[in-house]
């Protein structure tokens, strides 16, 4: 027990802090596309909404990047919170002065996930500050089952309270949600060892180029990005669109909505320890085509939902293989590309899943006005499985050079 993660005082205010913080923001998340249906039930808006949410994710995270190596991250993660619980609580204050319109919504959404960009990035530099090397695997581990679980307790804690208290209420709560890792930050212990034998690396623009040329030369990679993006225009169009989709076209309620997000994230659990139940299957990269393949036949079983039952099941289909996917696909990236230059090329895949999300949503709120949104899944579905197949038809030799996929 004396070697326990739970016997030190940073794992118990670092997690619970965490759990609450994500709680808050997976609550917002539902309330906020729930609230411009509300005013607008526009798909357009919706998927406008979406954009301006995922747009700061790519452009916000290198500056987060650069200023979490020269100032103090406790001091910008208090910083990220404040801010973020203070534009979410202003929604409703706007509302009760009969000042909110759908621009006001648009800019405080743009400005949280600027600071929430921000708080994820800062936050995963400040994680091994706060734990020695031993512990990390496990914390990153229980902050991963927090970041999931969260979505489940949110959602369907969104959900109820929606249709119980209003959005507006539901929203003020969120806000709250923010408090608790400002104090559990300012209580945290940065090992003064660990900051003091921190190395700063000068990068430069060749630096970066060399990833890119890696990443591009390398065919088993160049093939894999594409995997990748494919898996995530598929994801930005269900996650702009699910709330559209189920209120326009099922007619469900908040408590059914919240529970279609909960089942969501309960399956994605699952994935997680079936994973790693299955770590000893013997092709690799043939489990990750599987784990595609199903995912796509969940967006055409979502496509042809016609009640919450049906969509709770398409959902699951769809979104537990995908985590499947990325923990081997994560996996598999840390063996082929070399150590040295391994953050460079992730980072740069990383940032090109990142660009493919506000792209998609948004195009996907913008044809959903003049197409039906179950063809635009349908279609989605259909052109992921013809990616695998001609990701599956590279030719032999050059799928056998790279061994290191069967093991």
Not at 233 to 238: F, H, P, R, S, V
Not at 376 to 391: D, H, K, Q, T, W
Request: charged fraction near 10%.
């Amino acid at each position: 027990m004396k070697n326990s993660i739970w016997m030190e005082r940073n794992t118990i205010l670092y997690l619970t802090g965490t759990f609450t913080y994500k709680l808050g923001d997976k609550i917002f998340v539902l309330a906020i596309p729930w609230l411009i249906y509300e005013i607008t039930q526009s798909s357009v808006s919706m998927g406008t909404m979406f954009l301006l949410q995922t747009l700061p994710y790519i452009f916000i995270s290198p500056l987060a990047g650069l200023l979490a190596d020269h100032f103090s991250q406790k001091t910008l993660l208090i910083l990220c919170a404040i801010v973020q619980g203070g534009l979410v609580s202003l929604i409703p204050v706007l509302s009760i002065i009969n000042a909110l319109q759908i621009w006001n919504i648009y800019l405080i959404g743009f400005l949280i996930a600027c600071f929430n960009a921000s708080f994820s990035v800062v936050n995963s530099t400040m994680i091994p500050l706060l734990f020695r090397k031993d512990k990390l695997l496990k914390i990153n581990s229980f902050y991963q089952f927090i970041d999931t679980s969260s979505v489940l307790f949110g959602s369907i804690l969104g959900g109820i309270l929606i249709s119980k208290i209003g959005v507006y209420y539901v929203l003020l709560l969120a806000g709250s949600a923010f408090i608790p890792i400002i104090f559990s930050t300012i209580f945290l212990r940065i090992y003064d060892e660990i900051v003091l034998n921190r190395k700063k690396k000068a990068l430069s623009l060749n630096h970066f180029f060399e990833g890119v040329s890696f990443l591009f030369q390398h065919p088993l990679l160049r093939a894999l990005t594409l995997l990748i993006l494919m898996v995530n225009i598929a994801n930005g169009a269900l996650i702009s669109m699910l709330v559209y989709f189920s209120r326009d076209k099922l007619l469900l309620n908040s408590e059914q909505l919240g529970l279609v997000y909960g089942v969501a994230a309960a399956s994605q659990i699952a994935a997680i320890f079936l994973v790693n139940f299955l770590s000893n299957w013997k092709n690799t990269l043939q489990l990750m085509m599987i784990n595609l393949v199903i995912s796509s036949l969940g967006f055409i079983w979502i496509s042809i939902s016609w009640n919450v039952f049906t969509l709770l099941i398409g959902v699951a289909i769809q979104s537990a293989p995908v985590i499947m996917f990325n923990v081997l696909n994560r996996t598999l990236r840390q063996k082929i590309i070399p150590l040295y230059m391994f953050g460079r090329v992730n980072g740069i895949m990383i940032m090109l899943m990142q660009c493919a999300l506000p792209l998609s949503g948004f195009m996907t709120g913008m044809l959903s006005a003049i197409i039906d949104i179950r063809y635009i899944f349908a279609l989605l579905g259909a052109l992921s499985l013809i990616v695998i197949y001609l990701f599956r038809s590279l030719p032999a030799k050059q799928q056998e050079s790279y061994k290191i996929f069967s093991s």
